[in-house]
Each structure stands twice: as structure tokens, then as C-alpha cells.
């Protein structure tokens, strides 16, 4: 059976931890570019624990805004925490989206498509449920050449042994991570009025506990790797990427760029 995710899901709480700060930070850049407007049905398509959801929210009088995630850890943890009569939460796949074509006015993605081994039927299904002329917009980290956080720990790791050489590679050659992929794929997909940009933001962490803790839990990539070392390898790397965090200074404090590829078209009639 073909895998519609490959972000490993553990709980709504390690997501946050491990990017729901860093989603919510950049859910305000992101809807900038989308822009959203009061009264529309809007859908939130990998919606995650509900970063965006709340910020799309808190911004406009939408009629509905519609959060759907492959995972039921998150769906719950966004149903539990977010309460709003015009938001919906549940469970879907990307690549499948349990709604009827054309069935919104906005239709928004943010940092999902990279972890769609399908994307192509993914953005297939994004413009299915548009209504014609609405907006469908993502984002996605522009993990080469842009996420420096990120970049720390897995070029540490690649060093560290050949495991960790491989998940950099499989992390860096990831579905429309590279400069104009996004745009490609809306193009192929026959949006029209195609343009995209580079979001930034940026990443701070009190110390390097708040840096590493997260990696260490129970979601996201980092965390798979980690989980599957033997604990004294595991605190060796542990050792390796706090070097590279204290960069030779005391720990505390560091502030990193994040870059992420965004996208917006328009769905044809």
C-alpha cells in the first residue's frame, strides 16, 4: 500500500515542540503571500496540531476553515485545544481527500508536500476540492540550502556514522524542496497565475536543551533515527551536536534563519 505520509507522528504535544512553534511562527508570512478573506470555506490540508488553523482564525471571519491530517494523534490534539464553531478537524490523506470536488474557497498546505512521497497526486487533489478561482497555496522548507537548524544536526550526523549520511541525503532530496519545485508542480498541475516566493523566519532556542530535547522525542525524522540508537551512540552524537550548537560559547541563547519555499495559483475552471 502506498504510504500518503512519511513525518513520524508521536503526539500533539512533541509536535509542537518539534515544529508547531516554528509552523504557527510561519503561518503569519505564509498567509500574507496567500492572503484569506471573511466568508470563505477554507481548508487546512495537513493541517498538523493547527497552526495555521489558528492563525487563519484569529485573522478573518472565515465561514468554515476545514483541518485534515493523515495523523489521528494530531487530529485529536487540534480537536482538543482549538475550539471555535467555525472550525472542523479530521482525519484524511492527502492524496485522498474525503471531500466533494470543488468544495472550498481557499485551499492551503503548509509544510506538508515534502513529506508526500505522492506529490504529484497530492497538488492533483489540492486543485480536485478548489472551487474555480480560488487560491491554493503551500509551503515547504527550503531544506538544503535554507534551514540552518536543521542543517546542524543532520550534517553532524552525516559525520557521525553512515546511517546518518543516508537520512541527510533522503531529507535533502525530498519532493519540491529544490528552487522553482513548487512552482513546477502547480504549473504541471494547470493552475493558472502561478507565482511563488522565499518566507523567512527565523528560529530561536533558550539553550540547547530546548534545541535537542525535541529531536530526542517521539516525531519527525530526527526523532526516528534517534529512537532506533543504541543509547551510547546516542549520547555521543548528543555530545557532537551540542558542540556545534555552543559554537564556542557558553550554552544559552541562539537564534537560526529558516527559508521556506511558498507557492500560490489559481484553480481553472
Known amino acids: 500500500m502506498a504510504v500518503s505520509s512519511t513525518f513520524t507522528a508521536g503526539s500533539g504535544e512533541g509536535y509542537d515542540r518539534i515544529m508547531g512553534r516554528w509552523s504557527a511562527r510561519l503561518a503569519e508570512p505564509f498567509l500574507d503571500f496567500s492572503g484569506c478573506n471573511d466568508g470563505e470555506d477554507i481548508l487546512d490540508a495537513g493541517c498538523g496540531t493547527g497552526s495555521l488553523t489558528s492563525a487563519l482564525s484569529r485573522r478573518i471571519n472565515a465561514r468554515s476553515i476545514t483541518g485534515v491530517d493523515f495523523s489521528p494523534i494530531y487530529i485529536d490534539y487540534a480537536s482538543r485545544i482549538i475550539r471555535d464553531p467555525r472550525i472542523t478537524f479530521k482525519v484524511g490523506d492527502i492524496c485522498a481527500l474525503p471531500f466533494a470536488d470543488h468544495s472550498f474557497d481557499r485551499v492551503l498546505s503548509l509544510l506538508v508536500l515534502h513529506f508526500v512521497p505522492q506529490t504529484e497526486r497530492a497538488v492533483v487533489e489540492l486543485r480536485r476540492v478548489a472551487r474555480p478561482g480560488a487560491t491554493v497555496s503551500a509551503a515547504v522548507w527550503d531544506v538544503r540550502g535554507g534551514y540552518v ?3 546542524m544536526f543532520y550534517d553532524t550526523a552525516a559525520a557521525f556514522d553512515d546511517e546518518g549520511r543516508k537520512r541527510r541525503a533522503h531529507n535533502y532530496t525530498r519532493p519540491t524542496t529544490r528552487p522553482g519545485e513548487l512552482a513546477a508542480a502547480w504549473h504541471a498541475a494547470g493552475f493558472t497565475d502561478v507565482r511563488d516566493t522565499a518566507l523567512h523566519i527565523r528560529m530561536e532556542f533558550s539553550a540547547f536543551d530546548d534545541f535537542w530535547v525535541p529531536l530526542a522525542g517521539k516525531d519527525g525524522p530526527g526523532a526516528e533515527y534517534l529512537a532506533a540508537m543504541p543509547a551510547g551512540r546516542r ?15 557558553p550554552d544559552g541563547p541562539r537564534s537560526y534563519a529558516a527559508i521556506a519555499w511558498a507557492v500560490a495559483g489559481t484553480a481553472p475552471a
Not at 549520547?235 to 560559547?249: C, F, I, K, P, T
Open 235 to 249: 549520547d555521543r552524537l548528543h555530545d557532537l551536536v551540542r558542540d556545534a550548537y555552543l559554537d564556542g560559547e
Open 149 to 151: 537548524a536543521n542543517r
